[in-house]
């Protein structure tokens, strides 16, 4: 029941920031290619340019400023995060199994592997 509850609660929270970061992407690739061939801004926007290229490339083109590019490492923690959702949602990972993972990594960081 509990790791039923926090898949649910992970889905949530990166469904959240889905809906939110691609509204607000949507506007900003219209904004900047007004007046631009229909196709082009809608692969610019479209489901399949992911969401990573979206806050990356398409953020330095459209406002000269990306989340790959922000301090305080925030691309590697918002990249383990989404892998995280990832390995969770798509591949059927457990809290647990996430926890014992993500542990064992640090551990090999800190042992220099």
């Known amino acids: 029941m509990h ?17 939110v970061f691609n509204h607000k992407d949507d506007s900003l690739v219209n904004l ?29 083109l459209v406002a000269n400023r990306s989340l790959f590019r922000e301090p305080d490492d925030l691309w590697t923690t918002l990249s383990t995060s989404y892998d995280k959702r990832n390995a969770i949602v798509h591949r ?6 996430m926890n014992l993972l993500w542990r064992l990594n640090l551990l090999g960081e800190s042992l220099g592997e």
């Open 3 to 19: 790791d039923g509850r926090f898949r649910e609660a992970v889905l949530l929270c990166w469904s959240a920031i889905d809906a």
């Open 32 to 60: 900047a290619l007004e007046g631009e061939w229909r196709a082009a801004r809608e692969f610019f926007t479209g489901v399949d340019f992911g969401l990573r290229n979206k806050m990356s490339a398409v953020m330095h």
């Open 92 to 97: 059927g990972r457990t809290l647990q199994r």
